[in-house]
């Protein structure tokens, strides 16, 4: 695991079909049309100094250090900014070139710190690797010049620092935030000698600045520089992993320095990234070591009681009596388990198969519940497949994109920084959102359409857009006819068709103007390949699993299904969620979305499972509560999930896990969960685990241990002493033989190894015997089921109305800097950007109101009431409020309903209605909070824990 360098070839790679041929060095190579000569010569294996120039940045031709010569031409052109021609001679050494370096060098020397320079400071940079390979000797100019050797840092980031001293202004940070981030918050400002980098004239912390990082890693001086690195030192090995935040499942390189992470650099290898982060994964990984960590497991009697540390075997043991016993009072299905979308597939693989082995029933469900259930319902029910048709780089050839119920720059940053790059380009964009989220207008992009419906109203907004297709003669008559169910067509189209559900007659309902939504259905249906990309606006509704079968419709009727630039992409939420429903987490399907009720399917699980299984679903999440409620679902075992943070209604979760004689939960802290649980078993992060995660576009990634498990387990290893301990024994030797088994039993994984990902980086499912390598895009030639179904949506206003007394719409969702329950985030200095949940209100209902900004604000619905600051915000339409749920002590889901989507019961977060007015003091749900808290977290130091 030395540390692992990847090959800089200068300027970014040419796809040109037609070829040069030249010489460089004497050696011939040849190159796509429209390659530099630095990249040319790199890829010949001759690496031209340079310093300006890096191969994810357009040729800037500044720093004067790559020039080479070429016969027959006078000068000495730089080699960054020449494109490669055919028959070209070309020479990368000389005395004179050397001559003309060292000289650069010299000049750059004379105004760089002494120390930086000869690396008496600890940590390398580019800029002290060139000098030594241009032989950078005596600096003749001395620092006894002009120089900004005094100039002041800027340590305001909490994660970088920016020392001009260091600064060469090549510019590759100003041309990293425009070019790969998109942010444009970096400028060169002044001229000559007094030229410098600008965050906007403010510090980084008070400047547009996103934290991506993207300019620390250009800086090839570090005069922008990890803090983390300077504090622990030059990392000496490094470990490819992937990112355990949202889904689109970043690769990064865990570098460290002995056993200490030092920092993680995305991975330019990584398909989903492309060597780009934010500023989750770049930064926000210190919650892996921070204090707060359970590192040995407790259990307790009541949940009043202090948790006492025990062994993990008394742990274990306590646990998997407990469950029996319940089992024999109160029958086989009163008990279950919940899976995590941030574990390892493997280790929710193991958690479904002890549900459905070892407890003997199927009452195994995941967060999927509460996030895109949906999506699996409405892909599977109309394309065949419970994913998404589309891998994140074919956004790259989408000429129009929709973007429905999602806020990519926040909750996906580094697919949005791809996305950006494509609307640059030129393509059109049309956002469907309550809000005016930043793609609206950001710097170089505008959506063409911003189509701010009210929440609840999604499918009456894509039934108007589908009625303006069908009526306008906009449909793709002969994709239509070849690809899809025809009679389902007809049905759909006549039902579209009428006049309800225009987008006059929608209009009512959805507060957006007819013509603006006509615009916007012309332009998908007629603007080239049309890309739609969704995130939790659709699924978190009542209609949630209809609004997903409406998009698909919209997408077949208009031929968008099933080549590169088009598709339906849910924008997942955490880090593994795709594979958590992938490996089986529902109680109804086993791995591979098959259901319990297939007998084949369930004989080959039965075969190699040795056990016989349930062919009844079992109980899903709501369920699960609602049981305990009654009395009949008595234990839980929850692997890395916060429910009653996360779900809706926390006082009846709560009230469902108080209910319970025994709940087990596994996680990295004491979560909001945990305080109602009798055993705590530490959970491990992913730097101390081998496994894979599969990302928003079905891609399979490994997950590489970095560290040792700080509790002494795995997650995986611990599920196994648990099955073991009920009397199903499992044995694996490493995750590896766990992901064997997940292939042999499952079709679309049948082609997947650890030795081919190891091998290709990643794969995306299907992964087997027809498509060897995986599946970028789905649905190429045939939809998955055959024929695609188009699916009659009618829109059902939601249970849920504002009324005189609730006149407001509360809606929810998350920011860039927090993650999900904020759990890992707020253990870190992420906070500095959100450390507690606003919200968000429109100027106007604000002054009806009497609310100013900051002031304190109770937000009450008909399930409870939370206070919290107002912010004053014109993204925000009238009548709509908005928060997020990052904090607990906010309790954002103590007001939220338990109305769910009618196909899978997926929470409507979405639409709640609420009444916001001024408050003196804090809520009584938080006045109770805060004192429950402190009683049931409470840990007896004394312990006899003996390992
Ligand atoms: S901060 Fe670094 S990357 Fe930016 S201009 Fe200065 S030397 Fe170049
Ligand atoms: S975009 Fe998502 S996966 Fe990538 S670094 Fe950020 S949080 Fe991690
Ligand atoms: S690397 Fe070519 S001019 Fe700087």
């Known amino acids: 695991m030395a540390l692992i360098r990847e090959i800089d070839y200068g300027t970014p790679k040419k796809t040109s079909e037609a070829a040069v041929t030249l010489e460089i060095d004497g050696k011939p190579v040849t190159v796509p049309a429209g390659t530099s000569l630095m990249r040319a010569a790199a890829e010949a294996g001759v690496q031209i100094p340079k310093l300006c120039a890096s191969d994810n940045l357009e040729p800037f031709g500044s720093c004067r250090l790559c020039l080479v010569e070429i016969e027959g031409r006078r000068g000495t052109p730089a080699s960054c900014t020449t494109p490669a021609e055919a028959g070209m001679k070309v020479r990368t050494n000389s005395p004179k070139l050397a001559k003309l370096r060292r000289g650069v060098m010299e000049l750059y020397a004379s105004d760089f710190p002494p120390d930086a320079l000869n690396g008496s400071a600890g940590v390398n940079s580019e800029f002290q690797e060139v000098a030594v390979a241009v032989g950078l000797g005596e600096v003749r100019y001395g620092l006894a010049g002009r120089n900004h050797l005094s100039s002041e840092k800027d340590e305001s980031n909490p994660y970088f620092t920016f020392d001009p001293a260091k600064c060469i202004v090549c510019s590759r940070c100003v041309r990293a935030c425009d070019e790969v981030q998109g942010t444009f918050a970096l400028t060169i400002d002044g001229r000559g000698f007094a030229s410098k980098v600008s965050a906007g004239d403010k510090p980084f912390l008070e ?3 996103v934290s991506c990082g993207a300019c620390v890693q250009a800086c090839p001086t570090n005069s922008l520089l990890e803090k983390t690195v300077i504090q622990r030192g030059q990392p000496d090995r490094s470990v490819v992993t992937t990112c355990a935040y949202c889904g689109v499942g970043c690769s990064f390189k865990a570098e460290l320095r002995g056993d200490e992470v030092v920092r993680m650099m ?7 990234n492309h060597g780009h982060s934010c500023v989750k994964g770049r930064f926000a990984w210190g919650y892996a070591t921070h204090k707060d960590r359970i590192t040995k497991p407790m259990i307790r009697a009541k949940i009043t009681d202090p948790w006492r540390e025990v062994s993990w075997e008394e742990a274990i043991g306590h646990a998997a009596s407990e469950f029996k016993r319940i089992q024999a009072k109160y029958g086989r299905d009163s008990i279950g388990g919940i899976t995590s979308s941030r574990c390892t597939d493997e280790e929710t693989y193991l958690v479904q198969k002890m549900v459905r082995a070892a407890f003997g029933n199927n009452n195994t469900d995941t967060c999927a519940r509460v996030c895109h259930s949906p999506t699996g319902y409405g892909l599977k029910t109309t394309f065949g497949t419970s994913a998404g048709t589309q891998d994140f780089d074919s956004v790259e050839a989408a000429d129009v994109i929709m973007i429905i ?3 990519p720059t926040d ?3 580094v697919f949005a920084s791809q996305m950006k790059r494509r609307l640059r380009q030129g393509a059109r964009l049309i956002i469907v959102d309550p809000r005016r989220i930043d793609l609206v207008k950001s710097p170089h992009v505008q959506a063409d359409y911003h189509l701010p419906l009210l929440p609840g109203t999604n499918v009456a907004m894509i039934n108007a857009l589908a009625h303006v297709v069908v009526t306008e003669g906009l449909v793709d008559e002969a994709y239509v006819k070849e690809r899809c169910d025809v009679a389902a067509f007809e049905q759909w189209r006549k039902f579209v068709a009428e006049e309800r559900n225009s987008p006059e007659a929608t209009e009512a309902f959805t507060g957006v103007p007819a013509a603006d939504v006509r615009g916007a259905a012309r332009l998908y249906a007629t603007g080239g390949n049309g890309a739609i990309y969704y995130g939790l606006g659709v699924t978190e509704h009542s209609q949630g699993s209809t609004m997903v079968m409406g998009m698909a419709n919209l997408a077949m009727a208009t031929g968008n299904i099933g080549k590169k630039g088009v598709g339906i992409s849910p924008l997942r939420g955490q880090n593994n969620v795709q594979g958590s429903c992938d490996m089986g987490s529902f109680p109804h399907e086993f791995p591979g979305y098959r259901h319990v009720s297939e007998t084949a399917v369930r004989e080959s699980f039965e075969g190699a499972w040795k056990v016989h299984l349930q062919s009844e679903p079992g109980l899903r999440i709501p369920n699960m509560i609602d049981a305990a409620l009654d009395g009949t679902f008595k234990g839980i075992y929850i692997q890395g999930e916060d429910i009653v943070q996360s779900d809706p209604n926390t006082q009846h979760i709560s009230a469902g896990l108080r209910a319970m004689e ?15 649980a009798h055993v705590f078993l530490p959970g491990s992060s992913f730097l101390e685990k081998d496994g894979t995660f599969i990302n928003a576009e079905r891609r399979i990634s490994r997950v590489r241990k970095a560290i040792a ?17 009920l009397g199903y024994p499992m044995h694996y030797n490493h995750p590896s033989e766990i992901m064997d088994e997940i292939a042999r039993l499952t079709p679309t994984f049948a082609g997947v190894t650890y030795e081919k990902l190891e091998r290709l980086g990643s794969v995306q499912w299907p992964c087997n015997d027809k498509a060897p390598e995986g599946t970028p895009v789905m649905h190429i030639g045939g939809f998955v089921r055959g024929k695609g179904r188009f699916m009659i949506t009618e829109f059902v206003p939601t249970d849920e109305r504002t009324t005189g007394r609730f006149p407001l719409i509360l809606t929810t969702g998350r920011i860039l800097s927090q993650y999900n329950v904020g759990a890992q985030t707020r253990r870190t200095a992420n906070n500095v950007w959100h450390d507690m949940d606003v919200l968000e209100i429109h100027p106007s209902d604000a002054e009806n109101r009497g609310i100013k900004d900051g002031d304190l604000v109770s937000l009450a619905s008909r399930e409870g009431e939370i206070t919290l600051p107002a912010r004053l915000s014109g993204r925000m339409q009238p009548g709509v409020v908005y928060t ?10 103590v007001v939220t309903t338990e109305f769910s989507d009618w196909a899978t019961n997926c929470p409507e977060y979405k639409v709640t209605a609420v009444q916001v007015q001024l408050a003196r003091h804090i809520s009584e749900w938080q006045e109770h909070y805060r004192q429950t808290r402190r009683l049931t977290t409470r840990i007896e130091k004394e312990s006899t824990a003996n390992d």
């Open 709 to 725: 498990p700080l509790a002494g387990k795995a997650d995986w290893e611990v599920t196994v002493a648990l099955s073991n301990a």
């Open 405 to 407: 119920g999602a806020n």
């Open 884 to 893: 997020t749920f990052h904090h607990a002590m906010t309790g954002a889901n």
């Open 411 to 413: 909750a996906h940053p």
């Open 207 to 209: 400047s547009e600045c």
């Open 266 to 272: 995305p991975f330019k290898d990584g398909k989903a």
């Open 662 to 676: 025994c709940v087990v939960v596994q996680d990295l802290f004491l979560n909001e969960t945990a305080s109602y």
